[in-house]
């Protein structure tokens, strides 16, 4: 039992109809008029109340969201939560994508399950703290004693009454064959895809309010074998479930593919096996015309991280294009070691601002980043029971108050959610279930989470 969680939290009740009555403002993700608020049901949105409407039949509790912005919860699609433990680390923090990584594993590959019980508690409690119901993490470091990775993360998940997207990444390419990362965080192809599928059968549900998902996620061209890239395309396919890896994030990456396989990154993508609606892809920014067609295409989906993107300086992914052309798109905070924040409204904030800069900004209104953040990233995983507030749909919901200094004087109160910079949400529920109350987490001790979780950092990179 994680010692920061109350040791035994009272079941949390949900009432049989719950009211969200008349919010300041409400963004649905979708064209319905939900004015009057929502009605919460058997940890699903029931009924959408119309403006100045009340709800068709009664509630028997009432809570008054006058003072609230509603939306649905936020969904994040790409992240890293062991990197929560090497934010803003000085010899990194001015580096690109290759020499970044470089001067990392090393220290990743000290992870313990220890660290990486803290980092994805830290991670996932920062993201609920924003207004994130739902997160995919890509865990791909395997070192000796942290086999049972995805075990620890799962546990994590279920105590903050979260929704996840577990993916079981891998690495099989090491610099003795020509890879990036050590020999020494690399593993076998049979072990990999035999926890691949011991982690699905554990773990995997199915169904509109599944909790956990599993997917696996190879890392990258530059430190998967084209063996491991198929393997897992063909297991995703056997056992249907998603496909996860980065993709076209930096220059480096294109040149690299071209070397070891003598292809650019979307072709050796279609030679694996992956070019198809089952995959999404971190980042995907160096595309030309023809490979954001292919992309579309196949339904292939986007997971756009823009503040890591911007960190790193990898470039601008061209999201409205790869959009058009068919592909899902949502958004990604990336690893914390690249961001250094796991803030989803905060990330909604910078897509809107990065795509605007490529495309102008009547071309991207506030509504359409947080789409993006919503109804979008439920596509990108494959979730189309979350994601929007419509009947039916699960009842995962943030209320973001406009009561701090930074709202004052703004006048459209969804607008000003990213104009003005929010950061934090007041309330955040989860299939009915409030998991954030006045800005905390009740039953997690967050005071002795940033204790432990800074001397586990401390440690980590001390060696
Ligand atoms: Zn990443």
Redesign the pocket.
Same mark, same amino acid.
């Given at each position: 039992m994680n010692s920061l969680f109350t040791p035994e939290p009272a079941t949390p009740t949900r009432p049989h109809r719950l009211w969200l009555k008349n919010p300041l403002a409400v963004f649905t993700a979708n064209e319905l008029d939900a004015g009057g608020g929502v009605v919460v049901s058997g940890g699903v949105i029931a009924e959408v109340v119309g403006t100045g409407k009340a709800p068709a039949a009664p509630c028997d509790e009432v809570f008054d969201a006058g003072r609230h912005v509603l939306t649905p919860g936020l969904i994040n699609t *790409?992240?890293?939560f062991y990197q929560t433990l090497t934010r803003a680390w000085a010899p990194v923090a001015d580096a690109e994508l290759f020499p970044w990584l470089k001067t990392l594993y090393p220290v990743w590959a000290r992870l313990t399950p220890r660290d990486l019980e803290l980092a994805t508690t830290a991670a996932l409690a920062e993201l609920l703290l924003s207004g994130c119901t739902t997160a995919a993490d *890509?865990h791909y470091l395997f070192p000796r004693g942290l086999e049972d990775a995805i075990d620890i993360q799962v546990q994590v998940v279920r105590q903050l009454g979260m929704r996840a997207t577990l993916t079981r990444g891998s690495m099989s390419l090491g610099e003795d064959d020509g890879g990036l990362p050590p020999q020494s965080t690399v593993q076998d192809p049979e072990v990999i895809l035999a926890d691949s599928e011991r982690l699905v059968s554990a773990y995997h549900e199915r169904g509109d309010d599944a909790v956990i998902q599993i997917a696996l996620a190879p890392c990258s061209p530059f430190s998967v074998t084209r063996e491991v890239m198929m393997e897992s395309a063909a297991l995703a396919e056997k056992l249907d479930v998603r496909l996860h890896t *980065?993709l076209a994030?930096t220059l480096d990456e294109e040149d690299f593919c071209k070397e070891m396989f003598g292809l650019r990154t979307v072709d050796y993508l279609e030679s694996v096996g992956w070019l198809t609606p089952r995959t999404w892809l +971190? *980042?995907g920014i160096h595309f030309d015309d023809a490979e954001i067609a292919r992309l579309g295409a196949a339904g292939t989906a986007i997971a756009h991280?823009p503040t !890591?993107n911007m960190r790193l300086a990898s470039g601008t992914a061209r999201i409205l294009e790869l959009e058009a052309a068919g592909s899902p798109v949502g958004l +990604?905070v990336? +690893?914390s070691a !690249?961001n250094d924040a796991s803030n989803m409204i905060q990330e909604a904030r910078q897509a809107l601002y990065l795509q605007r800069l490529r495309y102008g900004a009547s071309a991207v209104s506030c509504e359409r980043a947080l789409g993006w953040a919503t109804r979008g990233s439920a596509r990108v995983l494959g979730r189309e029971s979350l994601g929007e507030i419509a009947p039916g749909r699960q009842a995962d919901l943030a209320m973001f108050t406009l009561d701090e200094l930074r709202f004052s004087g703004s006048h459209d109160p969804v607008a000003a959610l990213l104009l003005c910079g929010a950061d934090r949400a007041d309330r955040v529920m989860v299939g009915g279930v409030w998991r954030v109350v006045d800005g905390q987490i009740p039953g997690l001790d967050l005071g002795g989470l940033i204790a432990d979780h800074s001397q586990a950092a401390r440690k980590l990179v001390q060696g």
């Open positions: *790409h992240h890293h *890509h *980065h994030e +971190g *980042h991280c !890591s +990604g990336d +690893g !690249s």
